[in-house]
Each structure stands twice: as structure tokens, then as C-alpha cells.
Antibody
């Protein structure tokens, strides 16, 4: 069964760091374009970061550029998001999602992991 | 960045009704438009891609139409499980991949 499962969320102080992981099952990470998408409490969806099939091409939203790093660990079949210099406005549920055929719509989503940035 | 605007913000309907949701793009996205359904506490679920193609397992009462800058999601014969928030998303001009702010379909 095709599934995604995020982990690593929690409470962190402003300026702190956190690493999110997304474990993949039922398909091969290296065959898929992947993204992280977040949703602040009571708000809409915001795309955060994207990584290509081989992991060599990455994109970031302006709001996180220079602070977040996306990566694929094909050995662990895991998608990671290293977040640093966290701000209150980064507070959100973070979803990992698989793009459908190319870098397009998102057909498979994880359940999400909550990141709270607060002192 | 392509800005996606959804209307209305809230749609009040009754079971059995037809719901019509709109999504407008700030520039043409051709037919590279998806619709998602999200229920409280759950991840979004892909309903429609390429403006009108239903994703696997999506009931036929959900249909999408449009191209360019104007898109519509129609839900026929609304059922209780259809009351949720619906988002549109474009994937024509990226990055960033952009979403609308959502339409809440409520009873």
C-alpha cells in the first residue's frame, strides 16, 4: 500500500532547529518527485519545498529559502526537511506529498506533523 | 507567482444539492489545475487533476471543468461526507506550486 508517514515535529524555540522525516512505503522514493507542504493553524496550504527524482534539483518557497534544506535518503526510503532559524510564522502542520506523474499535482499525502515555534 | 483565488469562501448547501466552486488564476495555467478535499484533522485528498480528470477512487459526482484562468469544481447530489474544505492548486508555473485559500462547503 502506498503510504507516507511524517515524524520529527514538536515544540521548538525561535531560532532553533528541527529535522522532519517522511517515511515512504509502497513505492520508490527515487522514482518520485516529492514536496513538503505546510498548513498554519486554521489557514490554507502553502508549498514549502520540492525535490527532483534524483535529489539533485531542489526548490524552496521564498519564506524558507536559506533556512530549510530538503533531501532524499534512498537507503532509508526517507524524505527529510532540515529546518533551522525557525520563526513563529513557521508554526504549522507539515505534510510530505508525492507529485503524481511529473512535478505537478500531489496524489499521496502523509498525515502531517505539527511544528510549533514558541518561546 | 500565480495567485489562485477561490470563491465563495463558504458555501452553505443541503444534502442532495449541487455545489459549484470557483477557482481563478492570475494568469493562464492551461489545464494544469488540481482540486483537493480536506476534512478536519486530515490531510488533503486529491480529487481532480488536469482540470477535469478524476483521481483514483473519486466518485463520479465530483467533476471539474475549465481552462486558462477560470475553473469550476461541481459536486452533484451532495452527501454528508462531502462537507469539507476544497482547495485548488496550479502546477503550470512553478516554483512555487500555489494553492487557493479554500472554499468551505457547509450544511
Amino acid at each position: 500500500q502506498v503510504q507516507l508517514g511524517e515524524s520529527g515535529g514538536g515544540l521548538v524555540k525561535p531560532g532553533g532547529s528541527l529535522r522532519l522525516s517522511c517515511t515512504v512505503s509502497g513505492f520508490t522514493l527515487s522514482d518520485s518527485y516529492m514536496s513538503w507542504i505546510r498548513q498554519a493553524p486554521g489557514k490554507g496550504l502553502e508549498w514549502v519545498s520540492h525535490i527532483s527524482l534524483n535529489g539533485r534539483v531542489t526548490y524552496y518557497a521564498d519564506s524558507v529559502k536559506g533556512r530549510f534544506i530538503i533531501s532524499k535518503d534512498t537507503a532509508r526510503n526517507s524524505l527529510d526537511l532540515q529546518m533551522s532559524s525557525l520563526r513563529a510564522e513557521d508554526t504549522a502542520v507539515y505534510f510530505c506529498a508525492r507529485h503524481t506523474f511529473g512535478p505537478d499535482a500531489f496524489d499521496i499525502w502523509g498525515h502531517g506533523t505539527l511544528v510549533t515555534v514558541s518561546s | 507567482e500565480v495567485v489562485m483565488t477561490q470563491s465563495p469562501a463558504t458555501l452553505s448547501v443541503s444534502p442532495g444539492d449541487t455545489a459549484t466552486l470557483s477557482c481563478r488564476a492570475s494568469q493562464s495555467v492551461n489545464r494544469k489545475l488540481a482540486w483537493y478535499q480536506q476534512k478536519p484533522g486530515q490531510a488533503p485528498r486529491l480529487l481532480i487533476y488536469d482540470a477535469s480528470a478524476r483521481a483514483t477512487g473519486v466518485p463520479a459526482r465530483f467533476s471539474g471543468s475549465g481552462s486558462g484562468t477560470e475553473f469550476t469544481l461541481t459536486i452533484n447530489s451532495l452527501r454528508s461526507e462531502d462537507f469539507a474544505v476544497y482547495f485548488c492548486q496550479q502546477y503550470s508555473v512553478w516554483p512555487p506550486w500555489t494553492f487557493g485559500h479554500g472554499t468551505k462547503v457547509e450544511i
